[in-house]
């Protein structure tokens, strides 16, 4: 379906032209309507499937219609990355239309705070909002939400993973009761169906691939004691300039700056995220890395959900994540806008247990690569038996396959389709 097949404002269609937006994707093609009817909606979407546009376009268009005073429209998100990204997708969708909208988070300069009060007094179109920073204005009682037409909840399920329920349910009661609530989530459990017949007014549901990684990621692994990652990640890279964008999870900050070190010391642009980091040094390295002036980026956690750029060509998880669907989220970063990109997972013998709830949860095995054959042998891949019986016994297995994904795409992808028995195809 093509967005000119939706009645938008010719305001809004030369933003989507000059943007070079032409095709929905699925979850743009099944919300779009019925947030067109002013009908409430639950989605469940991972990112990268254009959920925010979902939301977006409709609202836009409707405010661009209007011209309504004060503030029409909420979003709340779990982090500042992820407010400033929707943010700046406003920005881009509103060019030629004229909407206004600011961004509401906590880490800034007392300007800046000064700055959100007045959007919140006098009334911008859209507000984007962490929900600790907007309760904080809300407790000093000059937010005037009386206006607001549209709730949108944006990673629902990450907002409650990090504590928020209460924190949102105490927003929602300083709204007006007849407005439209769209909550969209990466997952449902039942704590996210809970919040949801709270705040929501008989919703539609739109469900888009729940918790599978793009088919035009390549996946794969490599078997790994904790004293071999950082020499095996020097080895992937050595030399490989092919990739311009490069993003390495760790779960442990103390990892970050080690990284990032010996990633510098290579001749790398190399930066790194963690949430010790100011506010303005932050943006400042999430700048960098977006405008490709840094190659690689070395982060926790906190910018699994928080990143949308395009070209990533290379997702490598130092350590595997605790939660299967930050496994999902990390990954997503890559291959993204229908492209195509390699995601590669450090396994050692503690992570054996976690990594194969992954597997279970996307419902396929990740091939698992040999180790450079100038490196000792790392465990065997065994999580039924229990970290202490996954040591490798002497001797390398006969096992010839040393092709990595990093160095060889297309061979990685014949393989697995050929030689590996029970791999589903990339």
Not at 291 to 310: M, S
């Amino acid at each position: 379906m093509k967005f000119k097949e939706f009645d938008f404002v010719p305001e809004i269609m030369e933003g989507l032209e000059s943007m070079g937006f032409e095709e929905c994707t699925p979850v743009q093609e099944l919300a779009m309507p019925v947030i067109w009817k002013g009908n409430d909606l639950i989605a469940c979407a991972q990112t990268g499937t254009g959920k925010t546009a979902a939301y977006l376009l409709p609202v836009l268009n409707r405010i661009t219609r209007t011209k309504s005073q004060g503030i029409n429209t909420l979003i709340i998100a779990p982090t500042r990355e992820l407010v400033l990204q929707i943010d700046q997708q406003i920005e881009g969708f509103s060019y030629f239309c004229g909407a206004t909208s600011l961004a509401v988070y906590g880490g800034g300069e007392g300007a800046a705070f000064d700055q959100q009060k007045a959007a919140l007094i006098q009334g911008a179109d859209i507000i984007v909002a962490t929900p600790g920073r907007l309760l904080s204005h809300i407790n000093l009682k000059y937010s005037d939400f009386s206006t607001i037409k549209h709730l949108i909840l944006d990673e629902a399920d990450r907002m409650l993973d990090m504590g928020f329920f209460d924190d949102i349910m105490r927003i929602v009661r300083e709204l007006p009761k007849a407005r439209q609530t769209l909550m969209f989530s990466a997952t449902m459990p039942t704590k996210i169906r809970k919040l949801a017949e709270g705040i929501l007014n008989k919703p539609e549901s739109v469900n888009i691939a729940i918790s599978k990684p793009a088919e035009n990621i390549i996946q794969a692994a490599y078997m790994v004691y904790e004293n071999q990652k950082v020499a095996l990640v020097k080895s992937l890279l050595k030399g490989k300039t092919d990739y311009k964008s490069v993003l390495i999870f760790t779960s442990r900050k103390i990892n970050v700056n080690g990284l990032v070190r010996e990633l510098r010391r290579m001749g790398f642009s190399a930066d790194g995220m963690l949430s010790d980091l100011e506010q303005k040094e932050r943006e400042e390295v999430m700048l960098r890395f977006k405008n490709r002036e840094t190659q690689i980026l070395v982060a926790t956690d906190i910018v699994a959900r928080g990143i949308d750029i395009d070209g990533i060509d290379l997702v490598m998880n130092y350590d595997v994540p605790r939660d299967p669907e930050d496994y999902v989220h990390r990954i997503g970063r890559t291959a993204r806008a229908q492209s195509s990109g390699v995601a590669i997972t450090l396994i050692s013998d503690l992570d054996q247990h976690n990594f194969k709830k992954i597997e279970e949860l996307i419902e396929r095995d990740i091939i698992k690569i040999p180790l450079p054959s100038d490196f000792a042998e790392g465990p065997l891949y065994n999580p039924a038996a229990g970290r202490q019986f996954c040591r490798r016994p002497a001797g390398r297995s006969n096992n010839n396959q040393r092709t990595s994904p990093i160095t060889k795409k297309k061979d990685f992808r014949h393989r697995d389709r050929g030689t590996h028995q029970g791999h589903q195809a990339e």
